[in-house]
């Protein structure tokens, strides 16, 4: 049954995920108070601080929908944490690699939807880019779901068993 949670997990990896959300946070609040929208801050050639507001999900997608995608893209956030928190759970304590990955991806997770809500957009601030060639902004909790869905990757073809055994688990 999926709500029957059987854990081992230490409160560590939950702790790991509350601690993206909170640097995420800061580093949100302190762009929003010391830049100003769209004008960059350089920090090397390749890389500066510019705040941007996006409405939309990633690379903005749906950023000038209407505002009803505020709501929606709060709502996968919530319902993906919380089956990441779930699935956290029922993971054996020794699968570090895997708990690891998932602990940035709640936090990011978190920490994008406390925009959404707070604000109806996520606050974007950090560049990188070649020349005229620009990566579209970003935050640190969409680093920590970018790097935890690397290490998700990496869990997954060093470890496939993790993988199968899950699977087995949410069939019963």
Known sequence: ?????????????????AMVVI?????KRWATETLIEGVPKTIWPIFDFTLWYNKGAAFSFL??????QRWLFTAIAVVASIGVAI??????????????????ILGGAIGNAI????F??????????????YFPAFNIADSAISVGAALL???MILNPQHHKDARKEVAK
């Open 87 to 104: 699935w956290m759970a029922r993971i054996k304590s020794t699968q570090n690699l895997l708990l690891g990955s998932l602990s940035l």
């Open 23 to 27: 640097i995420d946070q800061i580093g």
């Open 120 to 133: 109806g957009h996520v606050v974007d601030f950090i560049s990188v880019h070649w020349n005229e060639h």
């Open 63 to 68: 950023h000038d929908a209407g505002g009803w």
């Open 153 to 155: 990757l990496l869990d």
């Open 115 to 118: 925009d959404r809500i707070r």
């Open 1 to 17: 049954m999926l709500l029957r949670i059987k854990t081992t997990l230490p409160l560590g990896w939950y702790r790991i995920a």
